[in-house]
Every structure is written in structure tokens, then in C-alpha cells.
Nanobody, 124 residues
Framework: QVQLAESGGGLVQAGGSLRLSCAAS????????MGWFRQAPGKEREFVAA?????????TYADSVKGRFTISRDNAKNTVYLQMNSLKSEDTAVYYC????????????????WGQGTQVTVSS
């Protein structure tokens, strides 16, 4: 089992920045690929970004956040981050981190472990 806990959400004005954190526990963090997803009211959960296990040598982003969001991980702290810059009102959602063994994936169904989510609200 992997336990995940997100933090760092909040209210920010359009154009601002936030950094989300996801602390992991329970298994060897280095063995897990980590992903960020988000879900806006009335919409399906969508992929945001993911990083491979061990390092950020392999990362992938949704087109909607490329150039604005950056995923990173600190294996010594068992934590993955999502730096969000140039935020837009359409980024408003509950953000979830997720974990899966080894390989990067973009489909939510491929991640067996999830955090409880953190709300990000961008005011225009």
C-alpha cells in the first residue's frame, strides 16, 4: 500500500502561482511513478502531469499545462511537487496525486493509489 497526502492548494488570482506537494508513505517511493490529475465540477478527472520512478528524466504533461506547470520529485523526502505558474481560471479544480509501480501513465485507471485531493481556485 502507498498512502498519499496532498497539500498546498488555495485561492490565487489569475496569473499567479501555487506549488502543490504530495507526501508519500508506505512503500519505496523510488519505485513508483507519480502523477497529478485534476477534476473540475461536473467534469471527469483529467491528467495533468507525471514523472517516472527514481528521477524526473521522464516527464509528461497535458497540452493544457505545458510550459506553465512543472512536476518534480524529491526522493529523499518521499515527495512529489507540482509547480503551477501563470494560472488561469480554467485551472480551477481539485488536484489529486496518484502513484503506480514503475512506469509513467496518463490514464487515471492505471493508478491504483490516490490522495484525498486539494482544492485550487483561480479567480479571474
Amino acid at each position: 500500500q502507498v498512502q498519499l497526502a496532498e497539500s498546498g492548494g488555495g485561492l490565487v488570482q489569475a496569473g499567479g502561482s501555487l506549488r502543490l506537494s504530495c507526501a508519500a508513505s508506505g512503500r519505496t517511493f523510488n519505485d513508483y511513478a507519480m502523477g497529478w490529475f485534476r477534476q473540475a465540477p461536473g467534469k471527469e478527472r483529467e491528467f495533468v502531469a507525471a514523472t517516472s520512478y527514481w528521477s524526473v528524466s521522464t516527464t509528461t504533461y497535458a497540452d493544457s499545462v505545458k510550459g506553465r506547470f512543472t512536476i518534480s520529485r524529491d526522493n529523499a523526502k518521499n515527495t512529489v511537487y507540482l509547480q503551477m505558474n501563470s494560472l488561469k481560471s480554467e485551472d480551477t479544480a481539485v488536484y489529486y496525486c496518484a502513484a503506480r509501480f514503475r512506469g509513467v501513465a496518463t490514464a487515471a485507471a492505471q493508478y491504483p493509489y490516490w490522495g484525498q485531493g486539494t482544492q485550487v481556485t483561480v479567480s479571474s
